[in-house]
């Protein structure tokens, strides 16, 4: 089968290749899916390179690029819930191929209202910002957020989940394409970050220009002028809670919040890893899933599928250099295999 194996890790995305190498060996334990979708996230930029804080542990060549995708399944345990012919969308390393065994656990069956493309971009996203604003931050009907990171992956599915729990969102990005996008998704309000003191401009726009209820950070780079704690420390009101789910660092180095700051606003600080969540305390990831999926039920929330099409394995590169580039928006996402190519399912 073709895949992107990261045999070693590379300096420049431009020099991810596609391989040709043996499937997965059948494990009884697993479900085999034929990928139809991966998509194209931050952390894949960083694990190609070995700049991700898994790499020094978890995660080491050889191993398959590509953490989330959507496909068909081909084969499974007669006692697993899913069925050869199932749509199915999850999280799992790997994606950049044409065909994975992975654990039932780390699948979803695509709602029927969705493409394989459409369950693909929301992926692992939906549940990790629910976990986020909903688990840790505690959002309720009736507070007001700052999203920042609003166009991302996860961004706009933060956007959605907050209105969908009756919050009021303030949503910072980088342009005006991306404005227009989270505004269509329900940002009340939209804020760019490259506007010099982006922070007075949020406290404007809340009750009393006291500042927001809460902060979800979903950033993957540091500002050129401070970092984003700090910025959400100055957006915040007295006693208001910040979820860091960004990895934000420039060139490496970690962002440093002076703590008179925190004590100054009565800010409890909150930090959010869904995967590491998982490993410790599997029940808080299930709860996670399970109330964002009643949101996608009732029709709360929805996909948001970065326009460009990136058709192959071989396009993978050219994607996360995109993402990199700051021009994709939502959820960009990688056509492995046509939806209805060798399986009886069309769409
Ligand atoms: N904690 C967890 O469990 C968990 C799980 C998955 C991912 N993550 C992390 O969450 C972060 C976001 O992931 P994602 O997939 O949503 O990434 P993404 O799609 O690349 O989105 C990143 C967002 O950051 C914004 N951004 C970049 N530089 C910025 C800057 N200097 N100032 C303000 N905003 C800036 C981008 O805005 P513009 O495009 O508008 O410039 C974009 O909206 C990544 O760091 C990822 O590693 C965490």
């Known amino acids: 089968m073709k895949a992107i194996l990261i045999k070693q890790f590379v300096s420049d995305l431009a020099d991810l290749q596609v391989s040709d190498i043996a499937p997965p060996k059948q494990d009884k334990s697993k479900i085999q899916v034929q990928i139809t979708h991966a998509a194209v996230t931050h952390v894949d930029q960083l694990y190609a390179q070995g700049l991700h804080q898994n790499n020094k542990r978890h995660i080491k060549p050889p191993f398959i690029l590509g953490n989330e995708f959507s496909g068909i399944v081909t084969e499974s345990n007669p006692l697993s819930p ?82 969908a729990v009756g919050a009021r969102v303030i949503a910072v990005v980088g342009g005006e394409d991306k404005a227009d996008m989270v505004r269509k998704i329900g940002a009340d309000e939209v804020v760019s970050y490259r506007d010099v003191d982006w922070e007075e401009s949020v406290r404007g726009k809340t009750a009393g220009g006291d500042g927001v209820e809460v902060v979800y950070d979903a950033v993957d780079q540091l500002t050129e002028r401070v970092g984003m704690v700090r910025s959400a420390l100055k957006c915040i009101k007295y006693r208001g809670r910040i979820v860091i789910v960004g990895f934000a660092a420039r060139e490496g180095k970690m962002e440093q919040v002076a703590m008179n700051r925190v004590l100054l606003k009565g800010a409890a600080i909150y930090g959010y890893r869904f995967g590491e969540d998982g490993r410790r305390d599997p029940r808080r990831v299930v709860d996670a899933w399970e109330g964002f999926m009643r949101l996608v039920d009732c029709g709360k929330v929805g996909p948001v599928v970065y326009e460009r099409s990136y058709d ?12 990199r580039e700051h021009k994709t928006w939502g959820r960009a996402v990688v056509k492995v295999r046509s939806e209805g190519e060798q399986s009886k399912v069309k769409l």
Request: hydrophobic share 50%; aromatic share 6%; with cysteine.
């Open 82 to 163: 899913f069925k050869p012919g199932d749509r199915v969308f999850g999280g799992a390393l790997g994606a950049y191929a044409e065909h994975a065994n992975v654990s039932a656990d780390t699948l979803r069956t695509v709602p029927q209202a969705w493409s394989n493309l459409q369950a693909c971009a929301v992926g692992s996203s939906g549940a990790i910002s629910y976990g986020a604003l909903i688990s840790v931050a505690g959002l309720r009907r009736g507070e007001c957020v700052l999203i920042l990171g609003a166009s991302g992956g996860l961004g706009v599915m933060a956007i959605q989940i907050a209105k």
């Open 312 to 323: 192959g394995l071989g396009e993978v590169a050219r994607a996360l250099l995109d993402v």
